[in-house]
């Protein structure tokens, strides 16, 4: 079994859509809790960096957490074209090295 | 907010060459810095964590003599990719982790193709 776990899709909505992406994990020591954003031939990008249970909102997006059930997602409204792109979880114990997800590759169409 | 330049953002070289691929944390101090290697639709794969001064911690299969990684200074690590061969051609990143800064922030990668 992954130490985390996401589903690669692709993932296909369109424009204005709510997006639900979202990884589960299997060691609860992980303690920051991140969502990147990758373009194609592009470094990753901060999206949301979160360390608590709950919600964080930031302009579109909002990341989950539930350490409970060993579950995050983010969510994206008013979905863009421009959010094309490959979203990747990573999760983290302490400042040790992030272990990600496998990406979803998200496709808004006009 | 915290930016990882890298450099070169693409290069190209003959088999048996080395090249260098250079990442800066401009505005903090990068304690920890990884650097990551990433084949076509796939996620990232961690080759070495460093910490300044010391030396790097690699992965297991990541071959320390060929992938050598040099973090001399809290805002400079390099990734010197030794006698490459085609094999090694693939999208090179590196993050850094410092002090004060949520999350991690990884560079623009560099593309390396060996022919």
């Known amino acids: 079994q992954k130490e985390v776990e996401q589903d690669p899709g692709p993932l296909s909505v369109p424009e204005g859509a709510i997006v639900s992406l979202n990884c589960t994990y299997s060691?609860?020591?992980?303690?920051?809790f991140m969502w990147y954003r990758q373009y194609s031939r592009k470094g990753p990008e901060l999206l949301m960096y979160?360390?608590?249970?709950g919600n964080k909102e930031d302009g579109r997006f909002t990341a989950q957490v539930d350490k409970s059930s060993k579950y995050i997602s983010l969510f994206i409204r008013d979905s863009q074209p421009s959010d094309s792109a490959t979203y990747l979880c990573?999760?983290?114990?302490?400042?040790?090295?992030?272990?990600f997800g496998q990406g979803t590759r998200l496709t808004i169409n006009p | 907010g915290a930016v990882v330049s890298q450099h070169p953002s693409w290069v190209i070289c003959k088999s048996g060459t080395s090249v260098k691929i250079e990442c800066r944390s401009l505005?903090?101090?990068?304690?920890?810095m990884f650097w990551y290697r990433q084949f076509p639709k796939q996620s990232l794969m961690l080759m070495a964590t460093?910490?300044?001064?010391?030396?790097?911690?690699?992965e297991q299969g990541v071959e320390k003599d060929k992938f050598l990684i040099n973090h001399a200074s809290l805002t400079l690590s390099t990734l010197t990719v030794t006698s490459a061969h085609p094999e090694d051609s693939s999208f090179y990143i590196c993050?850094?982790?410092?002090?004060?800064?949520?999350?991690?922030?990884f560079g623009s990668g560099t593309r390396l193709t060996v022919v």
């Open positions: 060691n609860s020591a992980f303690q920051y």
């Open positions: 460093s910490n300044e001064g010391s030396k790097a911690t690699y």
């Open positions: 979160t360390y608590s249970s």
């Open positions: 990573a999760l983290a114990q302490g400042a040790q090295k992030l272990v």
């Open positions: 993050s850094a982790e410092g002090t004060d800064v949520g999350g991690y922030t």
């Open positions: 505005d903090f101090q990068a304690t920890t």
